[in-house]
Structures are given as structure tokens and as C-alpha cells.
């Protein structure tokens, strides 16, 4: 479970970053005092444009950023007093995979297990699995330097989830991969659900939050402009279909401000 209060986000602006977007606030928001709650056995959608604040706070979900004010607990844990113990009942993915190159699949997959403390047996048994849900078994042993970019995901996949941690967060894990790569992606986030984890992903792609998503939250600009069920969120709608629906959301937020 993912409990987030009242949370925000501010990052301190050198004098260069203040003359390039024209302000004299010596600080920016990027996340503005959200709430939301992510369920296990449910998977709960961040949506947003570019910039609206995602990333921040999944990053601070994962410990890589500390809140400016409010909270977040996985798992009732606190991700600024209990980090240790949030990472390691967490799997962070992103799109920058930062793998190391000179590395093959099995070689960086065993070292996480390794840092995860898994046992051989559990190791061999998840390997398996994982690499059978994202047909990995042709290159397990190939250079990560000489795999595409899709395969390079998957990688990263298999070390997010090799711990088989209980929380999973989704950082836009189909951004700019080919369509075999992200239906993959899709059936792990499935799979997860189905073993009554707790999931948290942001998509631009309106197609993936229809198939997937349980609950949703829409954030501009900081805020959270919307919080619902998928089924409220389809009940209520005022437009043809989910992108247009989005895109008044958002763009009503827009003309409120």
C-alpha cells in the first residue's frame, strides 16, 4: 500500500536557472500538496502532461528525492525515516535504464538478487519466470552493451522485480518501445496485479491506462486536479473518449488558474 499526504516538492533555482525561465523566485514547485492512496491488488494510474509533476513524486515514492513537506508510506513505512526498509520492499522501473554495459542479463540480474538478499532457489525460480514473461532466455548471456532497446528494458525489468518486492512503481515503462516490447510490459503489470501487489505507473498513452487501471489521479501542474476509480472516471465523462476526456480535465484546470 502507497498512503501519500498532503505531499510537495520544491527545488532551489540558481541565478542561471532563474534568468533562463524568466522568474526571481528562488525556488519551484513540483508537486503541490497531493493526496492520494494506491490499494494492493489495484493498479493506480499518474497521469499528466509533461512536467506536471509524476516523476518527482514517483521518485519520491522510491527515496531518490526527499519531500519538501508532507509524507509517503509504503507499506507503512516512511520513505524519509524508514528508507532502507521502503527500497527494499519497492521495485522502482524508469526509462533510463542506467544498466551497466559490460554486463550480460544474467550477470546483472544475479548481482541485484545478490543486494536483495534472495535466496538461490527463490533466484533461479524468479529468473525463470521473469525471463519466460519477457521472452529474455535468447539473450540472458549476450553483452547489455549489444542489446536493442527494448531488451535493454527488459533487462531493467528483471532487476526491478527479480526481489519480487511487494510495491511496484512504473515510470512510463512502454515510453518509445516496439509493440512486442511494451504488450510484455503490459502482461508483467497484469501479473502483478493478479499476485495482489500494489502498482503505480504513469502513461502518456491513454490505451494502456483503459486496459490496466484501476484507480487514477490527474496532476497539472503540482496539483492533483483529479482523483477517481476508472469506473467514475468513465460514468462521468464528458467527452467522446479518454484522451479528449483528459484534455478537458486538464485544460479546465488550465483556465482556472
Known amino acids: 500500500m502507497i498512503q501519500v499526504e498532503n505531499l510537495s516538492k520544491a527545488f532551489s533555482l540558481s541565478r542561471q536557472q532563474r534568468k533562463e525561465i524568466g522568474t526571481d523566485a528562488k525556488s519551484i514547485t513540483a508537486v503541490n500538496n497531493i493526496s492520494f492512496n494506491c490499494q494492493p491488488g ?13 516523476t518527482t513524486t514517483l521518485r519520491m515514492m522510491a527515496t531518490i528525492l526527499k519531500p519538501t513537506g508532507g509524507s ?11 528508507g532502507v526498509k ?3 520492499s519497492i521495485g522502482f522501473l524508469t ?13 546483472l540480474t544475479k548481482y541485484f538478487a545478490d543486494l536483495y538478499g534472495v535466496e538461490k532457489a527463490d533466484y533461479e525460480k524468479r529468473k525463470d ?3 519466460t514473461l519477457l521472452d529474455m532466455h535468447d539473450f540472458a548471456k549476450k553483452r547489455i552493451g549489444q542489446l536493442s532497446t527494448g531488451m535493454k528494458q527488459k533487462v531493467s525489468i528483471t532487476r526491478t522485480m527479480i526481489h519480487n518486492p511487494d510495491v511496484v512503481i512504473f515510470d512510463e515503462p512502454t515510453s518509445g518501445l516496439d509493440v ?54 468513465r460514468t462521468q465523462m464528458q467527452s467522446g473518449n479518454l484522451t479528449e476526456e483528459f484534455i478537458r480535465i486538464v485544460n479546465y484546470a488550465s483556465a482556472k488558474v
Do not use: W
Open 42 to 54: 489495484r493498479i493506480y494510474s499518474l497521469l499528466g502532461p509533461n512536467g506536471a509533476g509524476k
Open 129 to 131: 519466470e521473469l525471463y
Open 72 to 82: 509517503i508510506k509504503v507499506n507503512g513505512y516512511d520513505v524519509v525515516d524508514e
Open 180 to 233: 512486442i516490447t511494451a504488450e510484455n510490459i503490459i502482461n508483467l503489470i497484469r501479473n502483478c496485479k493478479e499476485q495482489g501487489k500494489t502498482v503505480i505507473f504513469s502513461s502518456h498513452i491513454m490505451s494502456e491506462v483503459d486496459l490496466l487501471c484501476d484507480d487514477l489521479a490527474i496532476i497539472h501542474k503540482g496539483n492533483l486536479i483529479h482523483s477517481s476509480t476508472m469506473e467514475e472516471f
Open 95 to 107: 526509462g533510463s535504464t542506467g544498466l551497466y554495459q559490460r554486463l550480460t542479463p544474467n550477470e
Open 86 to 88: 521502503v527500497r527494499s
